[in-house]
Each structure stands twice: as C-alpha cells, then as structure tokens.
C-alpha cells in the first residue's frame, strides 16, 4: 500500500517512524553507567543490608553494577578491582576490609584512568589516589556510646568490650572514640577485650569466654560492643550462663539493626548508635555527580549518625520495611 501523502510504500514509512525509536534505545543502553562495587563480605545483617541497598538504588538508576563479595578477604578485593579495570567500568567502589595495604591497587586504578570512590570504611593511601570517602563518623558512633554510658553510669562502670574485625577502620575509630570519653572519667575503665569479628557468633564465643575469665561478670557494670550482631550473640551467652543482660549490665553497641531493637523491647539491650544501611542513595549521588563534571565534592561526605534506646525501639522497628529485613537477625 502506497501512502497518499508521501507516496512512499507504508510499510518502509513504519520502519522510517521506527528507526529514531530503536536509535534512542541503543544510546540509552550505550550510555548506561557501569559501576564496579567491591563489598567487603556477609559477616553481619547489617552489610547484608548495605549490599541489597546498593544493588536497589543501581537498579532504579540505570547504573550496570558489578558486584564483588570479598568474603572478608582484602586479596580478593584487589583482584576484584583489577578486574573492574580491566572490564572498562566508569568509576569504582570499595567497601575495603582493612585500612592498610591500598596504595598500589589504587594506583593501578589511577594509572588506568578509573576513578576510585571508597565507602563505609576507610583507607590509609595517599588521598590523591581516590576521589572522596563517602561514609558515617566511626570516631562520633564511639563518642555517642561512650557519652551514652557515662552518663548511665554516673561515671563509674568496669567495661568488657567487644571489638571488631582486627585493623578494620570501625573498629580502630570506634574504640579510639570511646575510649576518649571514658577516658575523662577516673572511675570508668575496660578491663577485658576480645574480638568477635564483627560476628555474632563472634560475639557469643567471646562472651562465653569473658564470663568464664571473670567469674560470671562480677564487678561488670556494662558491655560495650563495635556491633549490634557481637552484642547479641553476647546477649545469647549471657542467657545461658543464667545473667541478666540490660539489667545486670548496661548493653550498649552499634548498627541500629531490626535485632537490637526486639532486644531492647525484652529488656536485653540499652544503647545503638545506628550506623544506616540504606546508604546507597549517597553514595550513588556523589559517585554520578562526579562522572557527571561535579568535582568538587570533599575527601570525606560524611553519612549522619543517631542514638536509639529502649524508648524509640518500637518507632525504629516500624520505619524497617518487613521486606528488608525479614532475614536479618542482627549486624555492621
């Protein structure tokens, strides 16, 4: 059939009014963003959390995102990034497992003309080596848990502390930002520390320790963990050694995960400072402000933090979307 007003067969006009549509597709899928994110691993609810977050916010983005789970091994994220570079990506993330040890892979990223963006945690590389660190306070989470306490004691309390993964940079900030705090109080003072790995078996099997070590926490005023998935694994060891966590001694921790919250309503937890998962949204925003021509953002855009007690447990656990959360037991 002939069209009247061109004269031109309908059948090539339809593939004519067809062709600009099928050119905006392909530069659209051409131009789509491809962003390489190295997770540090699944070791609490809370990076769990982190990592669905991240993978939402690219999907309602556009963004082509290659994700990498390290399994809690700083190698296996170098190799992921040299993977990144050699994949072409347009800028890449980090989550790192430790502060130390980034100089050279950053550098490869460098040279390759890969700009390099690290989040959550921390590194000790020279700062020229990567765009900006997108990430909440660790040294004010610390600060808040230790004021918080310090106040709930009056100033006097024998700690136990649970700590984190060892040379990772929350655990070195926020026991450097407790510590601060006590330290202005003669009558506060921890007087045993182990790791638990961020973990809540971690936390269980040190607790479980803990106890045997000072029979049965006498003279214990408060536990103090770097996460809520430590604390509650701990909580779980003090149950069955017959203690009363939340009232014996004080629970204090960090995340502000679905888990500490049910913990507070029992009366087994105290304190959180929430360390927020849905963190996507910032740093998606610096990462595509950046390969958009924003370049000014700073070396450090701070994610805010909060303190949660028993008194704001069951408003928290209302604002977690039942979807999210619905696997996590605890977390960082």
Known sequence: MISRETGVPCKFRRATLLLPLLLLTALRCASAQTIGFSQVGTESGWRTAFSADMKAEAGRRGINLL???????????????????????????????????????????????????????????????????????????????????AQASRGRCNIVELQGTPDSAPTIERRNGFASIISRFPDMRIVVSKTGNFTMAGGRDAMAGIIAETGGLKDICAVWSHNDDMILGAIEAMHRHGLHPGHDQLMVSVDGVPGIFKAMAAGDANASVELKSAIGKYIFDVVQGWLGGKRDCPKWVVIPNDLHTPEDAARMLGTMPARRFRHLVGSS
């Open 67 to 149: 994700f990498s789970d390290a399994q809690q091994s700083s190698e296996r994220q170098k190799e992921a990034i040299r993977g990144f570079i050699a994949s072409h990506v347009n800028a890449i993330i980090v989550a790192p497992v430790v502060v130390t040890g980034w100089t050279p892979i950053l550098q490869e990223a460098k040279d390759a003309n890969v700009p390099v963006f690290i989040a959550d945690r921390a590194v000790d590389a020279d700062p020229s080596l990567f765009v900006t660190r997108i990430a909440a306070n660790f040294n004010l989470e610390g600060r808040l848990a230790g004021a918080w306490l």
